[in-house]
T-cell receptor, first 113, second 112 residues
Framework: DGGITQSPKYLFRKEGQNVTLSCEQN?????MYWYRQDPGQGLRLIYY???????QKGDIAEGYSVSREKKESFPLTVTSAQKNPTAFYLC????????????FGPGTRLTVL | QKEVEQNSGPLSVPEGAIASLNCTYS??????FFWYRQYSGKSPELIMF????GDKEDGRFTAQLNKASQYVSLLIRDSQPSDSATYLC????????????FGTGTRLKVLA
């Protein structure tokens, strides 16, 4: 059953903590993306990766970090430097980074306590 | 000016009617256009994409693209209450790298 999985579905973070959001895909896609969605707003790109061991900053990368050690996995770490991390985080993937259709995982809702 | 603009709505239509959702974009060089549906609390799911001027039909959905006027629209025929969701327009721009730009979405309410 091919698709994109994200875990956990809900995550609670205390002030000053780093947390890592998981994203895995078995679609054999080269490109993967992380977006943040706030209520009533569009999707904003945090980081993207077009190939293993390479990634680029998106529009709002400050306070976040990623790694791409395997084709299937693209974890996102929300660091304590991110001052307003409460949001819905969406991972997506596409066949390549050349304008192909993006498909989304189910999302992780992060709340800062 | 926002790069991709959508009316936030809500757009209310009666069941069985045609719902018309519109999206305008600022970059004339935009190449590909996508419509996603997002139910409350869920992730976006692809409805359809369109690359060329004109209409593209898929079941009850029709995407319309007019590059000269820089707008793309989505028509939903025979609207059902289950179509009630937020519809996101996405546009691909190319300036050295390909970049997806999403609109903020239009909330559609289909009234039974």
């Amino acid at each position: 059953d091919g698709g994109i999985t994200q875990s956990p579905k809900y995550l609670f973070r205390k002030e000053g903590q780093n947390v890592t959001l998981s994203c895995e895909q078995n679609l054999n896609h080269d490109a993967m993306y992380w977006y943040r969605q706030d209520p009533g707003q569009g999707l904003r790109l945090i980081y993207y990766s077009q190939i293993v061991n390479d990634f680029q900053k998106g529009d709002i990368a400050e306070g976040y970090s990623v790694s791409r050690e395997k084709k299937e996995s693209f974890p996102l770490t929300v660091t304590s430097a991110q001052k307003n991390p409460t949001a819905f985080y969406l991972c997506a993937s596409s066949t390549s980074g050349s304008g192909d259709t993006q498909y989304f995982g189910p999302g992780t809702r992060l709340t800062v306590l | 000016q926002k790069e991709v603009e959508q009316n936030s709505g809500p757009l209310s239509v009666p069941e069985g009617a045609i719902a018309s959702l519109n999206c305008t974009y600022s970059d004339r060089g935009s190449q590909s256009f996508f419509w996603y549906r997002q139910y409350s609390g869920k992730s976006p799911e692809l409805i359809m994409f369109i690359y060329s001027n004109g209409d593209k039909e898929d079941g009850r959905f029709t995407a319309q693209l007019n590059k000269a006027s820089q707008y793309v629209s989505l028509l939903i025929r025979d609207s059902q209450p289950s179509d009630s969701a937020t519809y996101l327009c996405a546009v691909i721009q190319y300036s050295g790298t390909y970049k997806y730009i999403f609109g903020t979405g239009t909330r559609l309410k289909v009234l039974a």
